[in-house]
């Protein structure tokens, strides 16, 4: 069984163009995040939410927005996509706000 | 927040233990040290946490030193399968603020 799952595992897409990664975590977690792995290795965190709650919104363009339709998933729609949005994104989740996160396998997006 | 600084880079014999170092002088008294890892291409994986106590698990050992500015993970026995970065993180904030790590790897 999976505990965190994203979906696709690949995606190329042409920039402009509007995606969305979705997560889902069959762990019962209350808070789930995305973060971003750019060229460099650095992993920074995008978005959190708490009971479907936005709680971390760290400095990310307004093009990319997370939605939780329920406590199990949050997918991350972005749109106008730019060549800097490549990167690896990875959704984790924890039991609560300061809980041991548990991550992903990623979703590597490359725009071209 | 609380920074931490690791060695950029360490290499380890395979059956030997490994220990890795890291030095966070900043922290505050009540944020948790974290240890995570990411083999390649793959999501970073918890390996284990602590306060002040050292603390053990299936996979590491955790030591942190008396004032707590700087802590220690230990692998006990590295196979190759270990090779990985290895990260050392403050949780502030509720945000874990992942660096550029440690690349251990381990040879045969």
């Known amino acids: 069984d999976t505990a965190v799952s994203q979906t696709p595992k690949y995606l190329v897409t042409q920039m402009g163009n509007d995606k969305s990664i979705k997560c889902e975590q069959n762990l019962g977690h209350d808070t789930m995040y995305w973060y971003k792995q750019d060229s460099k290795k650095f992993l920074k965190i995008m978005f959190s939410y708490n009971n479907k709650e936005l709680i971390i919104n760290e400095t990310v363009p307004n093009r990319f927005s997370p939605k939780s339709p329920d406590k199990a998933h949050l997918n991350l729609h972005i749109n106008s996509l730019e060549l800097g949005d490549s990167a690896v994104y990875f959704c984790?989740?924890?039991?609560?706000?300061?809980?041991?996160?548990?991550f992903g396998p990623g979703t590597r997006l490359t725009v071209l | 927040d609380a920074k931490t600084t690791q060695p950029p880079s360490m290499d380890c014999a395979e059956g030997r233990a490994a220990n890795l170092p890291c030095n966070h002088s900043?922290?505050?008294?009540?944020?948790?040290v974290y240890w995570y890892r990411q083999i390649h291409s793959q999501g970073p994986q918890y390996i284990i946490h602590?306060?002040?106590n050292n603390e053990t698990n299936e996979m590491a050992s955790l030591i942190i030193t008396e004032d707590r500015k700087s802590s220690t993970l230990i692998l006990p026995h590295a196979t190759l399968r270990d090779t990985a970065v290895y990260y050392c993180i403050v949780l502030n904030d509720y945000k874990l603020s992942f660096g550029a790590g440690t690349t251990v790897t381990v040879r045969a």
């Open positions: 602590g306060l002040k």
């Open positions: 900043t922290i505050s008294g009540n944020e948790y």
């Open positions: 984790a989740s924890s039991s609560d706000w300061a809980d041991t996160q548990y």
